[in-house]
């Protein structure tokens, strides 16, 4: 199971900071006025494009801050209009007239966040800089404004407004529980301080960001000789020495750091000592105390957050944070985490044992170390299953992969179909866009696919959105999907390991979620669910990378054009629950990991990171010396960025929903149209405008099992 970001999900913020609420001075209701009605900047009205799609031609470094402060300025004037009116506040009026509120801001940064993230700069970073605690003080002014929130909880009071049914219900429920969790029930000096907390936490968490981008960069490790580098390809090497190139170390070699704790060319160095150098370099990227040190910023954004959950009533931070999920508290989380725990602390003893044995019998009488798993891990995968990685990856070129895979999928699930369209403008040339066609030929979506790393991209992979469909506003989805494969030499191939054709199918589940949004409103539409919900539909999607009709459709030798050897595949198949140990034990521990971060009294929070990281592993019963988490605490992006704090334990939650829900494809005839229709009615369509239990109980017709996880993660015996 591979760990994802959803960008889409992430930005929860809404924009401006030095008004304070909006009961606001003369003048500066001018200056609000002035700064959006004189905006003429590019975004000042729709993209002619095809669906509102970002035109990246006009976009310039002077646009943005312009752009998204005027956006601002629109927004706050657009909520003070609901504030003064005079009439009863009603459904329309009210929660009807803020989900209308903000479509400039919106256009403005919903790409703008996505380059930050994609493609930044030291000029797009600073703007980032600038602009999030403006966007952190008009999330609070919204939030916390006494005005406003009056006319929402009349309207959730009235008897008009408990008659509503369907979206509209969801809706009202949704926006006046929200006022309540951000504080619109606080005293008025508590509301000061909350807003104080906010700002500096918004700030920590931009800086945090960018820093971890930047360290990841330039804590690549370099190697003086090819011979170093031994045992990966020679596509490989030639990757490592450009990168060492263009970073200014000519005839030397660079490897770029993965997000993750674990980094691919572990699997293949033949130098023990190059897998220390490369290990050691990913562990200690962000905690060396050098200029790259996030371990302050971790300390100060998890004593914030315990000070808010406190000041907002909660027992702690992770209370706080799961008021709308579907496992309504930690305490649960954590249960059904620990439920794991017995039998895959027995895997990883014996796969260690195991692995042991094969250094011995490979001449190396040597004590186990996390920088030798992955290395022995695929040696014992050779032997035992003679797979080979280097085997598999001819067969899957990216675009290949993505058009006759990916794309073919979708197509016998959903009907869907896909258009090139080489006249949208990218933001990166080595991005590729599409126009996506619904099954009765009618144009659905604009998808963009952005797949390769690059040094000013963040790790890991994401779905966003750039337009958000809504009946409302009249807008169909602008979707776009970015990961981290290695990108390759130039002349060579794009050839992509099988984790990473699992990540392509993972992205493409949210990307449908985007695409069969079909939503009144745009805070239900789509991918605008609960954390443990939204992974749902990426989790299940990668189902279809192994299926026989589709996988015999995309798997072919880049040479030779062979579809990919029956005996390859069985093999692929065999090998499924190999390596458990690592491949659920890393997840998991970092889901422990930010439960326990976040269940920290604001005292206890204060406490150096890295000696409570070291004390929280300890109380998983997880073998964490050998197998740390995916992410350990100075890199961990999901928690103190993105929008996963108390939220990582998604992962694994909606793993255990996809294997359940395959389970009923495998039982009602596999991947049929007629499947795919129940698919999206059930589910994947429908946004949030029903309870997420109620979903998925329409799609399966029962509450989520965990027998097919455990089965499929070989922790527990395959059904006869």
């Known amino acids: 199971m591979k760990t994802r970001l959803m960008a889409a999900a992430a930005p929860l913020v809404l924009g401006a900071a030095l008004l304070g609420g909006f009961s606001v001075t003369a003048n500066a209701k001018t200056a609000e006025k002035t700064a959006a009605a004189t905006y003429t900047g590019p975004f000042a009205k729709p993209s002619t494009l095809p669906f509102h799609a970002p035109d990246f031609t006009q976009y310039k470094d002077t646009d943005w801050q312009p752009a998204i402060e005027a956006g601002i300025a629109a927004k706050r004037r657009e909520i003070r209009a609901i504030t003064v009116v005079r009439s009863v506040p009603t459904f329309e009026n009210t929660i009807v007239a803020l989900e209308r509120a903000g479509t400039l801001y919106d256009r403005a940064y ?226 059904f985490m620990k439920g794991f725990v017995p039998a895959l602390r027995a895997t990883q003893d014996r796969e260690a044992a195991l692995l042991e044995a094969a250094a011995k019998a490979d001449g190396q009488a040597i004590k186990l170390e996390p920088w030798d798993w992955s290395y022995y891990a695929e040696k014992v995968r050779k032997a035992k299953y ?35 369209r080489t006249d949208l403008p990218v933001y990166h040339p080595t991005m590729r866009a599409y126009e996506v066609f619904d099954a009765d030929g009618t144009s659905l979506a604009i998808f963009y696919y952005d797949p390769f790393a690059r040094s000013n991209k963040r790790g890991g992979a994401w779905m966003n959105n750039f337009v958000e469909q809504s009946y409302l506003l009249g807008e169909k989805p602008v979707v776009s999907n970015t990961l981290n494969i290695p990108a390759p030499a130039e002349g060579q191939p794009a050839l992509v390991s099988f984790d990473n054709v699992e990540t392509m199918f993972h992205e493409f589940g949210h990307a449908l979620h985007g695409f069969f949004a079909s939503q009144k409103y745009p805070s239900l539409s789509g991918t605008n669910t609960a954390r443990d919900f939204v992974e749902f539909p990426s989790q299940f999607n990668e189902n279809f990378a192994t299926i026989p009709a589709v996988l015999n459709h995309y798997a072919k030798h880049y040479q030779t054009g062979q579809a990919i050897p029956a005996e390859l595949i069985a093999k692929i198949e065999a090998a499924k629950t190999f390596n458990q140990g690592l491949g659920l034990g890393e997840t998991l521990s970092a889901a ?129």
């Open 110 to 335: 919903n790409v703008f966040s996505q380059l930050t993230s994609a493609n930044t700069s030291d000029a797009l970073d600073a703007i980032d800089t600038a602009v999030s605690p403006q966007i952190s003080a008009l999330n609070d002014d919204i939030y916390l404004d006494d005005a406003l929130f009056a006319r929402v909880k009349a309207v959730h009071d009235s008897a008009r407004g408990k008659a509503l049914t369907g979206e509209d219900a969801m809706l009202l429920a949704t926006t006046y529980d929200k006022f309540v969790h951000r504080g619109a029930l606080l005293s008025a000096e508590q509301k000061v301080e909350l807003k104080a907390m906010n700002l500096e936490i918004a700030k920590l968490e931009t800086a945090f960001a960018q820093k971890l981008t930047t360290a990841t960069a330039a804590k690549a490790p370099l190697f003086d000789t090819a011979a170093q580098l031994d045992g990966l390809s020679e596509a490989e090497i030639a990757a490592a020495a450009k990168l060492a190139a263009d970073k200014g170390h000519a005839g030397k070699f660079m490897l770029a750091l993965d997000n993750t704790t674990q980094q691919a060319a572990l699997t293949s160095l033949n130098n023990r000592a190059s897998r220390k150098i490369l290990w050691d370099a990913s562990v200690n990227r962000t905690s060396g105390g050098d200029e790259y040190d996030t371990t302050a910023m971790v300390t100060q954004i998890a004593t914030l957050r315990a000070k808010k959950a406190k000041l907002l009533g909660a027992p702690d931070f992770a209370t706080y944070q799961m008021y709308d999920r579907m496992v309504k508290t930690p305490a649960k989380a954590m249960e």
């Open 386 to 420: 003679d797979l080979d990685e280097n085997q598999i990856k001819p067969y899957f070129e990216v675009w290949r992969t993505l058009e006759d895979g990916v794309f073919y999928a979708a197509n016998q699930t959903y009907g869907l179909t896909f258009k090139r």
């Open 592 to 720: 422990m990991l930010d439960i326990q971060w976040h269940q920290l009294s604001p005292e206890e929070a204060a406490q150096p990171p890295m000696a409570f990281e070291a004390k929280a592993l300890a109380a998983t019963g997880l073998n964490t010396d050998l197998i740390p988490p995916r992410y350990k605490t100075p890199y961990f992006r999901h928690i103190w960025d993105n929008g996963y704090a108390a939220g990582y334990y998604s992962y694994i939650w909606t793993e255990m929903l996809a294997h359940d829900g395959w389970d009923w494809v495998v039982k009602h005839g596999g991947m049929t149209r007629a499947n795919g229709d129940h698919i999206r009615k059930s589910f994947l369509g429908q946004g949030h405008t029903k309870d997420f239990a109620e979903l998925y109980r329409d799609f399966t017709g029962h509450d989520p099992q965990v027998e097919p996880m455990l089965e499929a993660r070989g922790l527990a015996p395959k059904a006869q």
